[in-house]
T-cell receptor
Framework: DAKTTQPPSMDCAEGRAANLPCNHS???????VYWYRQIHSQGPQYIIH???NNETNEMASLIITEDRKSSTLILPHATLRDTAVYYC???????????FGTGTRLQVFP | DAGVTQSPTHLIKTRGQQVTLRCSPK?????VSWYQQALGQGPQFIFQ???????QRGNFPDRFSGHQFPNYSSELNVNALLLGDSALYLC????????????FGNGTRLTVT
């Protein structure tokens, strides 16, 4: 079973920030939070990951709460091409066994 | 820099047949994992290969087997195909050095009739 809980769908206006929440209340100390997205008919695309500090890269920002029980992925200026299913995953270090849930379907509208 | 490449992109097989799917990892990566994604579901982990050996396995029957070659490329074999094996098969690669993100290919769409 997936160790994360995400809303099934969200909408966001183009140009606005998209904030995607994720609950991972049973996360362990050695587990990282990973975010991937999957555009229709493509493989999952890596976005960002973190352990306990907030992280930012060219695609997004990741905010992890101090107790590490939840996190938020932020796409600062959503575009139509950001329409996808977004997966939040907890990953034990040094394992490639990612447990995907059903993700959040983000729809960006004009 | 080529990412993860998979072949073929689409495949149609008949029940009971056998299939082989292929994957070339991203340059610099030495670990390959395979995932199965049924329609409308998230990907499910099949197994992982490192140094030409299966290192970890998910909840899949022995009909699913794999191989990794010295150049790190990999094959997924499925025997005695069932209708329920119809899915998108994804290959992911990573570097076995610390917490390296997995990079996925675009998959092989297998249809079993």
């Amino acid at each position: 079973d997936a160790k994360t809980t995400q809303p099934p769908s969200m909408d966001c206006a183009e140009g606005r920030a998209a904030n995607l929440p994720c609950n991972h209340s049973t996360i362990s100390g050695n587990e990282y939070v990973y975010w991937y997205r999957q555009i229709h008919s493509q493989g999952p695309q890596y976005i960002i990951h973190g352990l306990k500090n907030n992280e930012t890269n060219e695609m997004a920002s990741l905010i992890i709460t101090e107790d590490r029980k939840s996190s938020t992925l932020i796409l600062p200026h959503a575009t139509l091409r950001d329409t996808a299913v977004y997966y939040c995953i907890v990953r034990v270090e040094i394992t490639d066994k990612l447990i995907f849930g059903t993700g959040t379907r983000l729809q960006v509208f004009p | 820099d080529a990412g993860v490449t998979q072949s073929p992109t689409h495949l149609i097989k008949t029940r009971g047949q056998q299939v082989t799917l292929r994957c070339s990892p991203k340059s610099g990566h030495d670990t390959v994992s395979w995932y199965q994604q049924a329609l409308g579901q998230g990907p499910q982990f099949i197994f992982q290969y490192y140094e030409e050996e299966e290192r970890q396995r998910g909840n899949f029957p022995d009909r699913f087997s794999g191989h990794q070659f010295p150049n790190y490329s990999s094959e997924l074999n499925v025997n005695a195909l069932l209708l329920g094996d119809s899915a998108l098969y994804l290959c992911a690669s990573s570097s076995d050095r610390g917490n390296s993100p997995l990079h996925f290919g675009n998959g092989t769409r297998l249809t079993v009739t």
